[in-house]
């Protein structure tokens, strides 16, 4: 299969099983509000995204020789993991919108304002999305726990999933206090991206299939670690200079958001004093004009920042292709579609 | 060893186990901002409680003829399971005290304020005590999945720790829309402390460890609901009728915060009009006084609801003394145990 295929081929697997999930959890439940907690989490769930984190385990699992299609199940599982981390980003970042439909909070929130309930609704629909994320992990070591692989390689996969969830809320809570704290360095910056990126979105996912194929993952990093920051350079880059089209939300958001990139770091370092004056007015102000956005994008491209970030992303992505080239595999069309993700990593324009 | 004794005494080997966990924890972690999260969590993990529930896990493993002493370690995963969920609660009934000190978002938030941070103190407080909830529910996870006990064993361990979880989710659900709605059942409120009191805090914890001895936990729930709801409503009961110092709040917070137990159901079902007009002129009146107070109780016993909750509570606990006595076990000290814990529940006073 074409890379492009194999990522729809295994997205529609990733949401089949997930729909059968669903079907079989709302069976079994007394409540009326489980049931309807439940529903918010599925349609939530399906509501779209490319599916990767499942999709990089599907492939690390048969790339080191797995052959049993319960691979589907266990990697839905990351999909939940992925609702239960979104649902609470979002009720950090009082995000109302999600893929153009409510957060989930969102839709508590309305409820309660529909139907008049007591008490406020803000609180009300914070809460109950507080839980339902919490539900959603739940679910998540539920399937992985039962899918059918021996049980010494599930007990290692499980313990893995904690490592990465736990350092992936190592990484939001710099990302929290990045935009708490008037100093933000490079190193800072990488780390997030390493544990929030890198580990969450590619090591972690490939480790663990390559775990449930009774390998060891410890060496897939020299490729995962590189390839996951140079995909965050590239979305931060999207994030600048990138169309609304492209990238589904306001080109002025990362902007407004106050988001210190590393883009906005080199450009604050190397530019000059008006450059920073600039950049300052324009960072973290939600009223940010497109004229000031124009204004950003040629301090950072007149500085050297823009390329200091593409040759930094095309220097890990060499680098991650290089590590996986000269590794022992079982499959090489699975190699074939992680050197064409690197790539694709640094090409894409969404 | 005495039933007192032998709370005592585990709870102590718990407590070990959590601070040496928390020191090896703290020793892998690199940014500062990691570290502190883990300090706030041992210091909130560690601030106090009975330990029921990783006593009941030793317990039920024990009498099932468990004899492995990991299952220190395993049951202390419980503690941070119960910060997790914790945590989590503090969030949705916006406390700023647990056990007499600040909760996890109010030390956030008074660090937001001292060092003069960007953005808003209480949202920032809030997201570092979902994520630090969250922290705590990974650690746990990892505790228990590297716990030195057959990985067949473990799996079906975490499986049902993750169910626990999701009922308690589904109880917290009933517990918020309980606050939100005007009409709320018997039978709601008998859900609720099923999910949130019987399953959670007696059941879950006895099944994990019957599983962790190679047992089948199916029958234990016939000993463990009864317990947990007569729990429950001893709990209403001293909430309305104890005192200051045995149950460490104010015995007016629970009718200021509109608690809707069984007392009060069943009071407004057999009251007067007057009586009705009494009790809800003090449920959810967060100025509710003393005297409002002392009208409720006399309602409450004068129409029988007090008589009612106590004889349920003692019926299910002769219930659950019943079936418990009939099974076969490993260790008739741990069954001695758990019979005196079931009266101690309703003979409680704090």
């Not at 089949?16 to 309807?36: I, V």
């Not at 996912?205 to 410890?218: Q, S, T, V, Y």
Request: with cysteine.
């Amino acid at each position: 299969m074409e890379p492009k295929e194999l990522m729809g081929y295994y997205k529609m697997k990733v949401e089949e099983n997930l729909k059968e999930f669903f079907k079989e959890k709302k069976k079994g439940l007394e409540h009326w509000s489980s049931r309807e907690a439940c529903e918010i989490l599925e349609e939530y769930t399906l509501r779209g995204g490319k599916r990767i984190r499942a999709i990089l385990m599907i492939v690390g699992y048969k790339m080191m020789g797995g052959k049993n299609d319960e691979i589907i199940k266990a990697s839905s599982s990351l999909e939940l993991i992925q609702s239960y981390l979104l649902i609470h980003d979002d009720i950090m970042d009082e995000s109302d919108l999600r893929r153009g439909k409510d957060t989930v909070h969102k839709i508590y929130e309305k409820k309660h304002l529909k139907n008049g309930f007591g008490g406020r609704p803000i609180r009300f629909g914070e809460s109950m999305a507080i839980i339902a994320g919490d539900l959603a992990n739940a679910y998540a070591m539920e399937i992985l726990s039962s899918s059918d692989f021996p049980a010494e390689l599930k007990v290692k996969a499980i313990h893995k999933l904690n490592e990465i969830i736990e350092y992936t809320g190592y990484g939001q809570i710099i990302d929290i206090y990045s935009g708490a704290l008037e100093e933000f360095k490079e190193e800072d910056l990488l780390l997030l991206h390493k544990y929030k990126t890198a580990r969450y979105t590619i090591e972690g996912p490939l480790a663990l299939g390559i775990i449930l194929a009774g390998k060891e993952p410890e060496g897939i990093e020299n490729y995962a670690i590189p390839v996951g920051i140079a995909f965050q350079l590239q979305d931060d880059i999207l994030g600048l200079f990138g169309s609304e089209e492209g990238i589904g939300k306001p080109v002025t958001s990362d902007l407004a958001e106050g988001k210190k990139t590393l883009l906005i770091i080199k450009a604050l370092e190397n530019g000059s004093e008006e450059d920073r004056k600039i950049i300052m007015q324009a960072l973290g102000n939600p009223a940010v004009t497109y004229e000031q956005l124009e204004k950003v994008r040629e301090i950072v491209r007149r500085t050297g920042s823009l390329d200091y970030s593409k040759n930094l992303a095309k220097k890990m992505v060499e680098e991650a292709k290089d590590y996986l080239k000269g590794i022992e595999v079982e499959d090489e069309e699975m190699r074939d579609f992680l050197l064409w993700l690197a790539d694709y990593m640094i090409s894409r324009s969404y």
